[in-house]
């Protein structure tokens, strides 16, 4: 069926649903196939789903906070799609987390009904910035850090993690660009705003320590062929990070290879609960109710 | 499938074009078929089964296209409808029509160019895009990007240098 114009199109008599988007949208992974790959156990792979879906629900959740608050429209707008691109990351790895872990449990479940010490989270995440420079710095770390994470579990075992990860990289590839061109906007611009990056900068280099330090479970499903070895995308982040910096007119900043995992382990800072406090208050106000 | 029956023939020619004409919520000018989502449709003991790709990770209208499926194929007599979520291979703005290109033309939205074919680590670029796109109003290609994100995921805003008109541009991905 076609039609010359959007109005005739919107305006013709079926009973089709156009106007309520994202309401009663369940299950992400519809009719896709659950099986988890030979030699991997699904409570393995449901954590490590949980750790790469965290970070991103946690993320998105930071991004929609400067809603309403963004120095214009426009950033307003990029900052809301990428939220939104991390969003539709994480409901399919928590799904993905809650079909092989053995519970059951729903995207919601995930969201809604754990502790901090639940989360998987890397602690970059969660950190609240008051401060435009501040976020866009923090979202080149990790846009590039997830990124260079993708790359590799396209050829995951895992086909549905695989799938996500090809279709993750395409997404992660402008939130890298648009968050790297504002790095070397605000370094290149005047003295206030490049003493901001800069500062930022140190703050974020200052606790990256763990984005490159494994956990035994990641060690364990990167040896069967199904996650990703965060130690091995060093070099990759070193050349993103030296490549803005240089053309940003900033110092170059020295990574710490020396740290140890702690978010995805469960330990997270205050922060973390300051977040579930509101993304979960709903859901808790009104057991059982669905939106 | 052991044991099931495939129908081939014209209930599943019928049930393909009927998946296929669904319009889409967010640009309704295109079908399913001219954006390029409906990756199969299967007829088989009397169900349909139709597989539908997301064109982002974060489409929130994937509920409405199923249950828009599900109607009309109800409609046209086919009871038993059965949508699923296909991943791989992603959704790809080359996977547009030539129609679809048209119709977004016609409907004042610039088409997108030949989506980046790479393997390897993804380059960084620290530059404005360097895309030329047409004027979808009066053919010029001396636009300008406005932004890169848009009310929706897939668009950019541009401007047009020579008419002067703002009109949006379907990223490729």
């Known amino acids: 069926m076609g039609f010359d114009n959007a109005y005739e199109a919107i305006t013709e008599e079926v009973d089709d649903h156009r106007w309520a988007f994202g309401t009663g949208f369940a299950d992400p992974l519809l009719g896709v196939d659950e099986a988890v790959p030979p030699g991997v156990t699904g409570s393995d792979l449901g954590e490590y789903c949980q750790m790469l879906g965290d970070d991103a629900l946690v993320c998105s959740h930071r991004l929609q906070e400067w809603l309403t608050r963004a120095p214009e429209l426009e950033e307003e707008t990029a900052l809301a799609n990428v939220a939104l691109d991390l969003l539709g990351q994480a409901r399919l790895l928590l799904s993905r987390a809650g079909q092989v872990d053995g519970t059951g449990r729903s995207e919601d479940d995930f969201a809604y009904w754990r502790g901090p010490e639940e989360f998987r989270n890397v602690c970059l ?3 609240a910035d008051d401060d435009f420079a501040a976020l866009v710095v923090r979202l080149l770390m990790f846009s590039a850090w997830r990124l260079a994470l993708f790359e590799r579990l396209r050829g995951s075992r895992d086909a549905v993690l695989a799938a996500v990860a090809a279709k ?3 997404e992660l590839t402008y939130h890298r660009d648009y968050a ?3 790095v070397v906007r605000l370094g290149d611009g005047t003295d206030f705003s490049r003493a901001r990056t800069a500062a930022a900068l140190a703050e974020v280099t200052a606790v990256s320590g763990e984005l490159f330090a494994s956990t035994d479970l990641e060690w364990r499903l990167a040896d069967a062929g199904v996650a990703a070895e965060v130690s091995a995308v060093r070099d ?4 993103v990070l030296q490549a803005v910096t240089e053309q940003a007119g900033l110092e170059p900043v020295e990574l710490d290879f020396d740290g ?3 978010g995805r382990l469960g330990v997270h800072g205050p922060a973390l609960n300051a977040i579930l406090e509101e993304l979960q208050s709903v859901a808790r106000a009104h057991h059982g109710a669905t939106w | 499938m052991t044991g099931s029956t495939q129908v081939r023939g014209p209930d599943l020619e019928r049930a393909r074009a009927i998946a296929g004409s669904v319009p889409d919520p967010e640009l309704p000018m295109l079908t399913l078929d001219d954006l390029g989502i409906l990756r199969d449709v299967s007829v088989a003991d009397g169900v349909v089964e139709v597989g539908l790709t997301p064109t982002y990770l974060g489409c929130p209208a994937l509920a409405e296209m199923r249950r828009d499926v599900v109607d009309r194929l109800g409609a046209a007599g086919f009871a038993q ?3 699923r979520t296909v991943l ?5 703005s080359d996977d547009i029509t030539p129609a679809g290109r048209r119709k977004l033309a016609a409907a004042g939205i610039a088409p997108p160019g030949p989506a980046p074919r790479r393997t390897g680590p993804v380059p960084l ?5 360097r895309r030329l796109v047409q004027c979808p109003q009066c053919g010029s290609d001396t636009s300008t990007q406005t932004a890169a994100f848009s009310a929706t995921a897939c668009k950019a805003l541009y401007r047009c240098q020579a008419c002067a008109e703002p009109f949006e541009y379907v990223k490729e991905i």
């Open chain 1, 236 to 239: 990759e982040i070193v050349s």
């Open chain 1, 180 to 182: 790297a061109q504002w």
């Open chain 2, 88 to 92: 791989a291979p992603p959704w790809s």
């Open chain 2, 125 to 129: 670029s620290l530059g404005p895009s």
């Open chain 2, 81 to 83: 409808v059965r949508v």
């Open chain 1, 168 to 170: 993750g990289v395409s």
């Open chain 1, 260 to 262: 140890v995992p702690s």
């Open chain 1, 125 to 127: 995440v969660e950190v």
